[in-house]
């Protein structure tokens, strides 16, 4: 650009800044930026999106006529025109305008109010816009801007006008600037097709210019704002001191980064070492874990192979023994034979020979009618004594985790967990203010198949889960980071969504209200 020195070698090259060009909901460069309340950007369009996302989700919940098997409709992103309107005074807002002002900033997951203004209220970001002009313009440096004055065929342009917001050659800016005119006077750049406003005006009062800085919302404002607005009470700086200081502060900022080069590579290969230690160390860790699992493995088979041959053993004896039972029966149909033996005996008239054989024929034929009299098995059919009780076992391998993990484990609150075809599931945690994040991790129940756990990061206790499926069951469970040290998952939560149109909400408990489902079930603010 004209009028400005060389650049300082020191700075970082404009090809390695384009991590923060990038949008965090749509990770594509960004568009009209918007600056939220919490300092991080945004695209115009995303902001659009997420809040009519956030409009779709509740208005669904509320419809008799909402339909799982159907597409959500979604509406058209705003084109500029409509940006431009919503910025014109007397703009109001119509259906295309979400009523939705709270949603979680895709940079730092933390609630963002837009008040009743909504995306009225928010600045544009004309200094990330233009750098990320020249990034695109670094990009395709091979493709030139063209005048926009030249009659056919364009020369390529060499500035760009910021109050004409055009393009010319050299002959054409000559032409359309003459000396010693007004225009003269305008601002120009290199070739760029970013064009901004000169001057930034206010949101809240649209004709009035932003000439102060207030330090409490560290927002511009205008003396408006400062008389009777939102800021009147605010401790606010006038525009050049605010530069002033600001401009300072990122200078001393970015010349103390670049001064510690050597220091930022040296701490970048001490985090290799780490990295590498922190590899070596995992795996070290997962062959314990598995020397540990082993030798429950092993304690189960032996215990396995113990109680299976004491089954074999009893089974072999009570066998044996129904056996030798089952012989003495089948002896008794071969002493078919006796009887007739025995008839035969009776047939005798000599007395002396009749007592000489009938005494011991008698007392086969006793011995043999006493045992059908008193039929008894010789052992018992049943192995109810050898049956494992592993209850105990099951609920303390259930609850097998590291000795000490460092932070407690969540759980799942039942009562204020809701589920229609969104669920809005909270969790205590003993440990909130310890706490980093935590994992909500969710997933349906198929009977046919297991389904694999979804996960999601959340910053606070709750998290709303959208577009789950009608007459499905789901199961939640959360786990708590602190650090790099992550706790054990909570007991599950088992959640039931209602057929569409639904008329109950069934939860875990299987108690059925009797309201209709409005979207008053999911008017909860998550706890980020």
Known sequence: EEGRGPPDPRMVTIKNIERELICPACKELFTHPLILPCQHSICHKCVKELLLTLDDSFNDVGSDNSNQSSPRLRLPSPSMDKIDRINRPGWKRNSLTPRTTIFPCPGCEHDVDLGERGINGLFRNFTLETIVERYRQAARAATAIMCDLCKPPPQESTKSCMDCSASYCNECFKIHHPWGTIKAQHEYVGPTTNFRPKILMCPEHETERINMYCELCRRPVCHLCKLGGNHANHRVTTM??????????????????????????????????????????GERAKEEAITHFEKLFEILEERKSSVLKAIDSSKKLRLDKFQTQMEEYQGLLENNGLVGYAQEVLKETDQSCFVQTAKQLHLRIQKATESLKSFRPAAQTSFEDYVVNTSKQTELLGELSF???????????????????????????????????????????????????????????????????NSS?????????????????SRELILHTPPAPAFALMGSGGIQLEEPITAKYLEYQEDM
């Open 240 to 281: 050049s001191s605010a530069y002033k200081t600001l401009k300072e502060k990122l200078s001393k900022d970015i010349d103390y980064l670049i001064g510690k080069e050597s220091q930022v590579k040296s701490q970048i290969s001490e985090l290799n070492l780490l990295m590498k230690e922190t590899e070596c160390n």
């Open 403 to 469: 000795f000490s993990s460092g932070i407690d484990v969540p759980e799942i609150n039942e009562e204020q967990s809701k589920v229609y075809n969104n669920a809005l599931i909270n969790w205590h945690h003993p440990e909130k203010d310890k706490a980093d994040s935590y994992v909500l991790e969710y997933r349906k129940i198929n009977r046919e198949d297991e389904m694999s756990w979804n996960e999601i990061e959340v910053c606070g206790t709750s998290k709303i889960i959208q577009d789950l499926e």
């Open 473 to 489: 069951t789901y199961a939640f469970r959360v786990r708590a980071y602190k650090g790099s040290i992550c706790s054990p998952c």
